[in-house]
């Protein structure tokens, strides 16, 4: 389906009358709405469920209270799977709504998304079954009390660890996004400069997790704020512009586009 027709000379790409994304702006809000939706339920699903799940090296405790949140914790894990597929979505919102700019950075920013989801998936996997390890007798009956607790806390840990590697890619993908939206007329530029230097600071903070861990209490305040600034900012702008409008003299025809009437002999 043919989605953009042209470029005009401000950066803003015609679309085709009559198509689904006609509006530049109908697309920027649809994307606004989808980053919301991520951004409050994976906040609940990391703020509410996961973090208060897991007790670092305490199988007790995090067997404990996953059997006393269970019902949190399924409401958690299906609210993290929406807000994946909703992120997945976003991605591919806004590679139609910024392919023009770059066909190759919108592929790599979808292709970056695709990969963090999976690890998602496969990390609220991990959560879901460490709850059915402490909460089902089967397992405590197969391998005993004490190594039923200890695989639900080892189902947690893969999570904890898998949570940090897709990290990665919660701040890869702002990268080719904040390229995006800086080459451009549809962002500010500052935009798109505050979203690469969000994903770098999101990208330093995994990486300061498994290479210092002492650095951790330092690193992750700055590298949550920069990237928090960044998302925030750019969920705003597209709820609230949508993206910028054209010049008036962008929209008219080219005069050389135009052909003079014939004259008499």
Do not use: C
Not at 113 to 127: H, K, P, R, T, Y
Request: glycine share 10%.
């Amino acid at each position: 389906m043919t989605t953009i027709a042209s470029q005009t000379g401000a950066g803003l790409p015609l679309y085709a009358e009559g198509s689904i994304v006609s509006s530049p702006k109908r697309l920027a809000r649809i994307a606004g709405l989808l980053y919301l939706a991520v951004g409050i339920l994976g906040a609940f699903a990391f703020a509410a469920v996961y973090s208060t799940m897991y007790v670092a090296g305490d199988a007790a405790a995090t067997a404990s209270k996953l059997v006393a949140n269970a019902g949190l914790v399924k409401i958690g894990v299906a609210a993290d799977l929406i807000q994946v597929v909703f992120w997945v979505f976003l991605a591919l919102t806004l590679y139609v709504l910024l392919r023009h700019v770059s066909g190759y950075a919108a592929r790599a920013m979808v292709v970056l998304v695709a990969i963090g989801a999976s690890i998602s998936f496969l990390n609220i996997l991990f959560e879901f079954q460490g709850m059915r390890v402490a909460t089902d007798p089967a397992y405590s009956a197969t391998v005993g009390a004490a190594g039923a607790t200890a695989m639900a806390l080892l189902m947690l840990e893969l999570q904890h660890y898998g949570y940090a590697i897709a990290g990665i890619f919660f701040g890869l993908w702002l990268v080719p996004l904040g390229y995006l939206a800086f080459k451009s007329a549809m962002f500010p530029k500052v935009l798109g400069i505050v979203l690469v230097v969000g994903g770098v600071g999101y990208l330093f903070d995994t990486l300061a997790a498994f290479v210092a861990p002492d650095l951790t209490p330092i690193i992750h305040p700055i590298a949550a704020l920069l990237g928090i600034v960044a998302e925030v900012s750019l969920l705003v702008y597209l709820l609230v512009k949508g993206v910028r409008s054209p010049a008036a003299s962008d929209d008219r025809p080219s005069s050389t586009a135009s052909v003079p009437a014939p004259t008499s002999a």
